[in-house]
């Protein structure tokens, strides 16, 4: 279909498209036709998508290292010659010809200063790891823009909205095509940007803009960390650039040899950006505030694309991470609290989008659980790379239709989301429930459903890294963190399911009379995430389709094939379905164990509800502290600094007046004065003449 | 005889440009009287053809000074050496824009007049720049002065510009009689009038003797052409005159004598064709080196903080070419000192350009945008301009930060070719002179930014419908200067390149 376009030109087109369609609403659709302001957008993210489509069929495959047979050295040779894979890049500045040498053109050429010098080209570049993580988003971010259109419709802002969902996903393709650190950091605050505006799109709301103004702070630490992490990658190596860094695997043992300190701070250093993007404790606090935002907000950025971005680096930077295992462990363990920690607090929220958030963050940290894993041995690497970005593919279709469902609630109950307000809705959306109960199952992890396989490979990993002779009894705790929290995703989800679905109908009155379930715009995407969900696990897990794929990364290790683990698997269905019946007997058959429950322990239940205090600790113990220091600035600055500077400020115009009085304005005056200075000048000279005479 | 004709013809070849300019002004002096009745009337736009006919003038100067072959070496009473070239480039360029500032400033009846006064006074500043002797130099300056007390007071005869024409008269002649004196020493000294001969005399070292009456001579001269500079103490005509003239009057006043000082005292301190590897003549004693330090730093401090206290547009635009003056001699001490990697004269040069550019801006604005039965006098007058005339507001301020120094200006890149001229110079007095002229760059930053505070945070004083037509010509030249304010600072290499060349 687009064997007429360059290799090197998908690469720039897939950015492009959403970016044009971005410059063009700001430019134009802002003012003309504003309520079609969703078509360029739609248009522009289908064609990324297609590309990105053939981009991960056609494209990075002729990348892959193949066997070669080595013919000229005829039968003696019995060794095969394997190429390592390559990825697929191109400079967008293109290249000069200088001197008949072709040079490409730089986007940052610092010094040489010394003998150090920075030369950073603008490369895009794919690889298998990429190209499946772009077609996620720009999947998944085509039927969530054609939701928005539906949902958002009639909103005063709508062409700002839709300028912004347009920024995001170019934004969000630059990043995963970035060919180097610098440029992936660019869009990683490119990124953050685009999920400020967003949460803050109702900004004349004193909570969202809050809940915006948290993001982009909380933000700030993990970007300070991989920053500081640029910084020492390129002091250490000279380079920033992946290909460069990635593929001389001989160059980073170097200098794991000569300086093994260094390399665990770097690897530190980078999970520290990827814990603000990825909301891991402690820096979870922002994302479920991030619910302010436009429910496909929520769907696309806070819950699919941009807080994998963190997931996505780590597993990029594995060909470092491998050389650090306490970097991984700290990865497993900070993944294994965040799992934990949002799961007892999902546990009692009555916002659903905030249970959705919680769990977002919980499966998180599942992820990095799975990448930490690989702590226990450079032979798990591969395996838990690939585990991890599966378990992020899988969940980002079926959070993203749990995440529009609720949104359909919401459109039809007015707004309101707190489902102690509504509940019984299983007739009256039917389509709504429908899917939400298909992002449900796959999310508890029903078998056979999508959830089910990425989960339960994790399970599968971490338990292989329990057989490390050192560290096993630390990936032991993991593991029973990793079940518990597995017991605990099916509970709350069904919980969340059965209080707004199941028992009495009952709606608020922001509903007005009847509510009306989806419209086609919404209800389409709707079906198709829903069957994604459902399926797409299957068809890609168990085939091995996607993790075969994603071994063609270079600088991977290379590995082995998993055997399914038949035993985790039966631990995990039993588990979900544990989960579902706990929360069926709880909510729906005898409603009153809830209810005991809560008023048997309120201080558990308060510290569940509160988020284990997190809130609260931050206040108390940074921002109260922030603040005083603040004040004292304050203080220091209007009572020491400005008082000196209006001293200064004074003197000049004291000094002027005193020479006011020779100005008088009568000629006979000036001329005397002038005859003065004159004289002075005369005598001041021929003194010094006498002098020196 | 034959020999003399063929020498005055030679001389006469060397300032063509001034020729025309002189033979312009006779042109209308003689029409003039022609055109305008014996009770002063004048058919109605009279003035428009005046100004043609200047601007005409000033293009066939500058056309034939810019094919003018450069003469470096002369021994008559011109000559026409790099630096004679650019500064009746700059005096030209200069001039026109003056004409435009000029040009609805006196009515038709006395617009004739006053054009070719204008033409003149850029006559003599060119042939100071191209003078070979110190009758001639003399001469010249006179050529300058005179006119000006007509300039002053032509287009406008009330009580005010009557007080400042005389103020600036008195003075003025005072100021030329101590030339006239340190000249008469010099000759006394010498025994030659002929520049060329008194830098060969004291590059022979026959001068010890005369020591004494070669630094009477410096301190006359310097003194005396330090009133055209407007350097403290002989500054003191600036505020009065510049308050009660004409504003293109004091546009004129504010950059052409300064040009005209400051060529002077090269010419007098640095052989023709010689760029500042020799500059051990006979000025260069360490005394007078001193003197102007001491000049430069007054100046400088005065200016600002007289600057600093007025509530005048005028009398403040006046302190501020006083200040101006300050940090120009800042180049003009730093490059009599051998040894700089930057050149101070050089910085001076490209100074002299920068600020003729920005301060004929600002006047340009002033008088753009006065209003019918009012002219921009305090600084009331500018309040809220940026409400009433935009455009104008932010073209003027434009200029202002260029006078205080700030980037994307030309304004910040002459301050700064100063400063590095001083800092890298390397002795211990000029580095201080450097800091001094930060120090005063700051202070000056004050009052030009206080300016732009009054035009855009400040409500309109006066706010009655304008029915004064627009002041095209200021306009244009207020466009010519901005263009030239922001070109200059990202494309000042032509000039810069120029002007090293002038001075290696």
Redesign the interface.
């Known amino acids: 279909m687009f064997d007429w376009l360059k290799p090197n030109d998908v690469l720039w087109l897939i950015p492009a498209a959403p970016l044009l369609a971005c410059l063009w609403i700001v430019v134009v659709g802002h003012v003309v036709r504003r309520q079609y302001a969703h078509r360029p957008v739609v248009l522009a993210i289908a064609i990324s998508a297609a590309l990105s489509i053939h981009l991960l069929v056609n494209v990075v495959p002729t990348g892959f290292g193949k066997t070669v047979e080595h013919a000229e050295h005829g039968d003696h040779d019995e060794h095969a010659h394997v190429e390592p894979s390559h990825a697929i890049s191109t400079n967008v500045f293109g290249d000069t010809q200088v001197n008949g040498k072709t040079e490409p053109n730089p986007w940052i050429r610092i010094g040489p200063v010394g003998n150090s010098s920075l030369l950073v080209l603008p490369t895009l570049r794919a690889d298998a790891m990429s190209a499946l993580m772009l077609v996620m988003v720009t999947s998944v971010s085509l039927l969530v823009a054609i939701f928005a259109s539906g949902y958002m419709k009639g909103d005063p802002g709508y062409p700002r909205f839709f300028a912004a969902i347009s920024a995001f996903v170019f934004s969000m393709c630059m990043l995963v095509l970035a060919g180097n650190f610098l440029l992936m950091f660019v869009f990683w605050e490119a990124v953050g940007l685009c999920s400020y505006l967003l949460i803050g799109f109702w900004f004349k709301k004193p909570s969202a803009a809050a809940a915006a103004k948290k993001a982009f702070v909380v933000n700030r630490i993990g970007d300070f960390g991989f920053l500081l992490a640029i910084f020492m990658i390129w002091s250490t190596f000279g380079t920033l650039d992946f290909d460069a860094l990635f593929g001389s695997p001989r160059m980073i043992a170097d200098v794991v040899r000569s300086q093994p300190e260094v390399f665990t701070t770097i690897c530190f250093l980078l999970f520290i950006g990827a814990m603000g993007k990825s909301a891991q404790f402690p820096l979870h606090v922002w994302l479920p505030d991030a619910m302010e935002g436009p429910t496909p907000v929520s769907a696309l950025i806070h819950a699919a694309t941009m807080v994998t971005a963190g997931v996505y680096l780590v597993a990029r930077c594995t060909p470092f991470f491998v050389h650090a295992p306490k970097a991984q462990m700290f990865v497993a363990g900070i993944g294994a609290i965040t799992a934990l920690v949002a799961a007892i607090t999902a546990l009692t929220q009555y916002d659903l989008k905030r249970v959705l958030a919680y769990s977002t963050v919980s499966q998180l940290g599942y992820m990095f659980m799975a990448l930490g894993a690989a702590g226990a041995g450079t032979n798990l690497a591969t395996l838990a790379v690939t585990f991890a970005m599966f378990h992020m593919f899988t969940h980002a279709f079926f959070k993203a239709v749990l995440f529009l469902s609720a949104g359909s609630v919401m459109h039809s109950m007015g707004d309101v989301i707190d489902m102690r307000r509504f509940s019984g809705l299983r007739k009256v959306l039917p389509i709504t429930h429908i899917t939400f109960l298909a992002g449900a199952l796959a999310l508890a992890g029903f078998p056979l459903l999508s959830g089910f396989w990425s989960k339960d490979e994790i399970l599968a990993i971490v338990m292989e890294a329990t057989k490390h002779p050192e560290h096993g009894d630390f990936y032991k705790v993991i593991l029973g963190i990793a079940l518990l929290t597995s017991l605990m995703t099916a509970f709350y989800t069904f919980r969340a399911y059965f209080m707004t679905f199941w028992g009495s109908e009952k709606f608020p009155e922001e509903a007005g009379h009847h509510p009306h379930d989806a419209p086609p715009a919404m209800a389409i995407p709707l079906f198709l995430l829903g069957a994604a969900a459902l399926v797409i696990g299957g068809i890609t897990g168990p085939t091995h389709l996607y993790g075969d794929y994603l071994a063609h990364t270079p600088g991977l290790p290379e590995a082995h094939h998993h055997e399914p683990n038949m035993l985790m698997m039966a631990v995990s269905s039993v588990l979900a379905i544990a989960g579902i019946g706990l929360a069926y007997v709880c909510y729906v058959s005898s409603p009153g164990i809830a209810r005991n429950l809560k008023n048997g322990m309120p201080l558990p239940h308060r510290f569940s509800q509160e988020g284990l205090m997190m809130d609260w600790f931050y206040l108390r113990f940074v921002v109260k502290p922030l603040r005083l220091i603040a004040s004292i600035s304050e203080f220091f600055d209007r009572w020491v600094i400005d008082v000196i500077v209006d001293c200064v400020?004074f003197v000049?115009?004291l000094?002027?007046?005193m020479?006011?009085p020779v100005?008088s304005?009568f000629?006979q005056?000036?001329?005397v004065?002038?005859l003065?200075?004159?004289v002075v000048?005369?005598v001041?000279?021929?003194r010094?003449?006498a002098g020196t005479? | 005889m034959n020999e003399s004709l063929q020498l005055l013809n030679g001389a006469i070849h060397l300032v063509l440009p001034e020729t025309v300019l002189l033979a312009t002004v006779c042109i209308i002096f003689f029409a003039a009287s022609f055109l305008v009745s014996e009770r002063g009337e004048a058919p109605e736009g009279l003035r428009h053809r005046w100004g043609m006919l200047s601007l005409l003038a000033l293009l066939i100067a500058g056309w034939i000074g810019w094919h003018a072959p450069e003469v470096p070496h002369s021994t008559g009473p011109f000559v026409a050496d790099g630096l004679t070239l650019f500064i009746r480039g700059l005096t030209i360029a200069v001039g026109a824009i003056l004409v435009l500032l000029h040009w609805n400033q006196a009515d038709d009846a006395r617009s004739a007049e006053s054009h070719a006064c204008l033409l003149a006074i850029l006559a003599g500043v060119n042939l100071v720049a191209a003078s070979n002797d110190l009758v001639g130099m003399f001469v010249a300056l006179e050529l300058i002065s005179i006119p000006t007390y007509l300039f002053l007071l032509l287009p406008r005869r009330d009580a005010p510009a009557q007080e400042a024409t005389l103020k600036y008269f008195l003075l003025s002649i005072f100021s030329s009689a101590i030339v006239l004196f340190g000249m008469s020493y010099l000759y006394g000294a010498t025994g030659t009038t002929n520049l060329m001969a008194i830098h060969q005399a004291f590059a022979g070292g026959s001068h010890l003797p005369h020591n004494a009456l070669i630094a009477v001579a410096t301190v006359m001269l310097i003194a005396g052409l330090s009133f055209r500079l407007a350097a403290v103490p002989f500054h003191f005509y600036a505020p009065d005159v510049f308050q009660g003239a004409q504003p293109s009057a004091a546009a004129m006043l504010s950059i052409i004598p300064k040009i005209a000082g400051f060529v002077a005292l090269l010419r007098l301190m640095v052989p023709a064709a010689a760029g500042e590897s020799a500059m051990h003549s006979w000025m260069m004693t360490p005394t007078a080196t001193n003197l102007l330090w001491w000049l430069a730093v007054i100046t400088m401090f005065t200016g600002n903080l007289m600057a600093f206290v007025q509530t005048d547009v005028r009398r403040l635009l006046a302190f501020s070419s006083v200040s101006h003056a300050g940090y120009m001699m800042v180049g003009l001490v730093v490059g009599m000192q051998a040894s700089q990697q930057v050149s101070g004269i050089g910085a001076l040069l490209f100074y002299l350009v920068a600020y003729g550019v920005m301060t004929l801006g600002a006047f340009a604005v002033l008088i753009a945008a006065a209003r019918t039965n009012r002219r921009i006098e305090s600084l009331d007058d500018l309040a809220g301009l940026s409400r009433t005339k935009p455009a104008l507001a932010l073209v003027l301020s434009i200029f202002l930060f260029s006078l205080s120094g700030l980037p994307p200006t030309v304004g910040f890149l002459g301050k700064f070719n100063l400063f590095f001229a001083a800092w890298s110079q390397g002795s211990e007095s000029s580095r201080l002179l450097a800091c001094l002229l930060a120090v005063n760059a700051a202070i000056g930053a004050w009052y030009y930014l206080k300016m732009i505070g009054v035009m855009y945070l400040r409500d309109p004083v006066d706010r009655s419908e304008d029915v004064r037509p627009m002041e095209t010509p200021s306009v244009v030249a207020a466009a010519v200067c901005a263009v030239g304010t922001i070109g200059l600072f990202f494309v000042p290499g032509p000039l810069w390149s120029h002007i090293q060349l002038l001075v290696q």
């Open positions: 400020g000049p115009g000094f002027g007046a020479l006011r100005h304005g000629v005056h000036y001329a004065v002038m003065i200075g004159l000048c005369l001041s000279v021929l010094v003449l005479l």
